[in-house]
């Protein structure tokens, strides 16, 4: 099997395996690691129908992980994707109003986040002994909601690691945010800054980018990773669902084996829809990748005009999780887009910084043409989650109302009648207020679990075990910070001497 070795997306890095970029998390010049090149599905096609979802996951992963044997990826790979998820297919996909949904959310903490951070912890303590790693490592994540949880319920009291989240006060949704400040775990922390998740974002990244303190951290014992989407060990094991929802299509006799799919996602940080891009790579046949956006339409507007323009003001969303203006692996599309070409990447990506734009030239946009970019306002969102509900019964959450609106659109635009796949990206009960009032009106100031006890009863889904478990629980976090104390509020929780 062909060796994939990783480099950095700015060019300072090159030749690292798998298991060492999994590791670094981010690259040390501020790039994300990207594959040499994308590799090629190796099973065919007709043979995806009859697979399990963790063989799947095996033929997608040992592509890009070259340097994990095959028992040390198996072994991952099954302990992550076990009964902690509540359907044996790990994911399920639900026709409805003629379009699939491909529900992420049956994970512990019912949100797609849970698709990669359930295997994550396996990949990294498999890589550090690979690599003989001695010291303790340190996750540090930046999280617009869902992340957040989903890194601490896999990283809980895993030997050999700490966990420290930086979560938006205000910005999460409530069931988020008790879910987070309830966690459990003498290896968990997590703290509520000032600011918005670009904030929480750029100081994490701040953090990883400060060698002098990365040089105290490597005195005392810790090294830095991160569980954000930037690592590649978050990419990976994403491609496998899109695979995987294929052959489900192929079995249930909804296409046949070949016949092209779009898919649409809704979008923030730009790594599930590049999970999406890269199984299209790797041979699936995709043909539109709908890329769904709320009122932060930045993206929306960067596929529409070759300019990616952050100076706008941020807007809190009931999609919170997809409220970002800095969309970190829209990074790895471009360099991709620029013919690998790390210089003219770098060069974007400094612009960004010191200006808060950069335009594409002509040539990276018509590489970018499988992609297509839409937005939802909250209205349309609203109205929605109620259409289908009343044309259905089906309920669905706030982010995959985004992308079922985006699609709606882009149906009536285009006409284009190819089967669709909508990532379904959480439970509906993570954001019950919302979606509650998307179909029946105002809530007014009704108790957050009154309104999931009626969510049951009108959509007839029982409240799933992450949500009984938050009733009653106790909060154990309650550190909050401003933005520019993000790095000495780490070095307190470590207790280190400084
Ligand atoms: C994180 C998240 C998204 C956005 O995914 P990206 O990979 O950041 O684009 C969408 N919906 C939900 C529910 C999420 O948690």
Do not use: W
């Not at 997608?60 to 340097?67: A, G, P, S, W």
């Not at 319920?153 to 006060?169: H, M, N, Q, S």
């Not at 937005?375 to 259905?392: G, P, V």
């Amino acid at each position: 099997m062909m060796n994939v070795t990783y480099e950095s997306t700015r060019g300072g890095e090159k030749g690292l395996t798998a298991s060492q970029a999994i590791l670094k998390g981010l690259a040390e010049d501020g790039g994300l690691y990207m594959p040499v090149s994308i590799p090629k599905l190796d099973v065919p096609l007709s043979r995806l129908a009859g697979m399990s979802y963790q063989e799947t996951a095996y033929e997608v992963m040992k592509l890009f992980l070259t340097d994990y044997t095959e028992e040390e990826l198996k072994n991952c790979i099954n302990r992550a994707y076990d009964s902690k998820f509540d359907t044996e297919g790990i994911v399920s996909l639900k026709k409805a109003s003629g379009a699939y949904y491909l529900e992420l959310f049956h994970g512990s903490t019912i949100a797609f986040k849970d698709m990669a951070l359930s295997i994550l912890p396996y990949l990294m303590t498999t890589a550090a002994r690979k690599n003989h790693v001695e010291n303790e490592i340190v996750i540090l994540t930046a999280t617009s909601g869902d992340t957040g949880k989903a890194a601490m319920a896999g990283f809980a009291d895993v030997p050999g690691t700490r966990i420290i989240v930086f979560y938006p006060k205000g910005g999460v949704s409530r069931v988020q945010e008790l879910q987070m400040v309830t966690q459990k775990g003498g290896n968990t922390a997590v703290v509520a800054i000032h600011g918005n998740f670009d904030d929480a974002q750029t100081g994490v990244k701040k953090i990883f980018g400060d060698r002098g303190f990365g040089a105290q951290l490597a005195a005392q014992g810790f090294q830095l990773s991160s569980a954000n989407s930037i690592n590649i060990g978050r990419l990976v094991p994403q491609v496998a669902y899109y695979v995987y929802a294929y052959g489900r299509l192929v079995r249930d006799g909804e296409i046949q084996s070949g016949d092209p799919i779009n898919i649409t996602v809704p979008t923030g940080n730009f790594g599930n829809i590049l999970a999406a891009y890269f199984a299209k790579q790797m041979g699936l046949p995709v043909k539109t990748l709908i890329c769904a956006s709320n009122d932060n339409k930045v993206l929306y507007d960067f596929f529409r005009t070759g300019t990616y323009d952050k100076k706008r003001e941020f807007v809190l969303t009931s999609s919170p999780s997809m409220d970002i203006l800095i969309s970190s692996n829209l990074e790895r599309l471009v360099y991709l887009s620029a013919g690998s070409d790390a210089n003219v990447n770098k060069r974007l990506m400094e612009s960004l910084k010191d200006t808060g734009a950069y335009e594409a030239t002509e040539e990276m946009r018509k590489r970018m043409e499988d992609f297509h970019g839409g937005y939802a306002t909250e209205a349309e969102n609203a109205a929605e989650i109620k259409r289908l509900f009343d044309e259905t019964g089906y309920m669905i959450d706030t982010h995959t109302g985004v992308a079922s609106a985006v699609y709606q659109k882009y149906v009536a635009k285009t006409g284009d009648k190819t089967p669709t796949v909508i990532a379904s990206t959480a439970s509906p009960y993570k954001f019950s207020h919302s979606v509650m009032e998307a179909v029946f009106g105002n809530q007014g100031d009704k108790d957050e679990f009154a309104i999931i006890d009626e969510l049951c009863k009108v959509s007839g889904v029982a409240v799933p075990h992450a949500v009984e478990e938050i009733r009653d629980a106790q909060v154990r976090h309650k550190r909050e910070c401003s933005v520019d104390a993000m790095e000495n509020v780490v070095a307190e929780i470590l207790g280190m001497a400084r």
